[in-house]
């Protein structure tokens, strides 16, 4: 349940702060919101789960972001798909800079944390988990 928590907080960060710079520069829609998601995926896979500086080599993180990357274009790809056609409630969502007729999909400071934690969340619980010490599970010679 600790690691669910981490997983919801790590990733909704890192969505948040990617998707607020993004929507600040304009990165909403179009190519660059591909980059945008992958660079949450990137940055969620490098954070959570065991940190990088406890790993065994450094690639462990490399490899968690890179697949990261890939998982959460997917995923914003489905998110066009299944959303694409609905449009983001201006009268609430004015603060974060949405405009009328904008669509949902289009608004990386909403989409951003959602995605993050889905993967977060993913991370966390397979990568996040304490192993079993060296020598306790192995039979032992007679």
Do not use: H, N
Not at 81 to 96: D, E, R, T
């Amino acid at each position: 349940m600790v690691r669910v928590l981490l997983g919801l907080v790590k990733g909704g960060i890192v969505g948040a702060v990617v998707g607020f710079a993004a929507s600040r520069v304009g990165f909403g829609a179009g190519a660059p919101a591909w980059l945008v998601y992958g660079a949450i995926g990137f940055l969620v896979g490098i954070i959570c789960g065991k940190p990088p500086w406890r790993q065994e080599t450094i690639w462990t993180s490399i490899i968690k972001g890179v697949f990261g990357l890939a998982v959460c274009m997917f995923l914003f790809w489905v998110a066009r798909k299944l959303l694409g056609g609905m449009q983001a409630p201006a009268q609430i969502l004015a603060p974060l800079g949405v405009t009328d007729g904008q669509a949902l999909v289009s608004v990386p400071t909403l989409l951003g944390p959602l995605i993050g934690i889905l993967y977060g969340v993913l991370v966390e619980v397979d990568d996040g988990g304490k192993s079993a010490p060296a020598g306790k599970g192995q039979a032992k010679p007679e």
